[in-house]
């Protein structure tokens, strides 16, 4: 029982997607069911977020009252969860009863400081803390790309060549200063780059790998579906 349903509550609502997809949801025995369900799927969705953040205090607060190795960066983790979402959530009106609740602890002045707008604690912390952050770690996250490239593009066959030629013209078709530098030996060079090799060859490539992925993830649903992949019930 505990595989059978899940396997048909999944096989239902994938024919449901499916119908709604292929077929018009006026005509069809259907009707707007599809909507129903994609609605459900954000309700879902939703819980399996605050399902994440139950699991990393959970995680976190472990570790740090074991005090293993590195608790220092855990605690870290659980108070900026908690700075960023406790006065997120918090009422930014009297209006409601958690409101008045609210403002008889803190003063009515600071009701600016609560919830997600201009000025707000959430506001502040994401602007010049998180944003910041994120920043630095693409910023490190370049250099390590261009690492793995100049490890990756050696000159070892054709192919490798040819993909070691085309890295370096795009590359220095992406910079200003690579740009002047092309446009020393012709003025149409860029354009070349941009109509050839970006809208020729890579969107052709591109779209070969999208089609592939599309054909995986259809091939997985059908297998989901029929009850062969088992996975997201824990089992293989």
Do not use: C, H
């Not at 200003?176 to 060859?201: C, H, K, Q, T, W």
């Amino acid at each position: 029982m505990r595989t059978t349903v899940p396997v048909v509550i999944a096989f239902i609502s994938g024919m449901i997607m499916v119908v709604g997809f292929f077929f018009n949801p006026e005509r069809s025995f259907l009707g707007r069911v599809e909507e129903e369900v994609l609605q459900w799927v954000t309700i879902v969705g939703g819980f399996t977020l605050l399902l994440g953040v139950v699991s990393i205090v959970r995680v976190n607060s472990k570790v740090v009252k074991q005090k293993k190795a590195g608790w220092i960066f855990n605690l870290a983790t659980l108070i900026s969860v908690f700075a960023m979402a406790i006065p997120s959530m918090l009422p930014v009106t009297k209006t409601s009863n958690l409101g008045s609740v609210i403002y008889s602890i803190f003063p009515e002045s600071w009701g600016s400081l609560f919830g997600t707008g201009t000025g707000s604690i959430y506001d502040w912390l994401f602007n010049y803390l998180d944003a910041p952050m994120m920043a630095t770690m693409f910023a490190m996250l370049a250099f390590y790309i261009a690492s793995a490239a100049y490890r990756a593009f050696r000159a070892r066959n054709a192919e490798a060549t040819l993909l070691l030629v085309t890295a370096v013209l795009v590359m220095l078709w992406r910079i200003p200063m690579g740009e002047a530098f092309l446009r020393l030996f012709s003025d149409n060079i860029p354009g070349y780059i941009n109509s050839y090799i970006m809208n020729g060859v890579n969107v052709a490539v591109q779209r070969g790998i999208i089609i592939g992925a599309a054909l995986g993830a259809a091939s997985m649903s059908l297998r989901i579906m029929l009850g062969i992949e088992r996975t997201y019930m824990g089992k293989g």
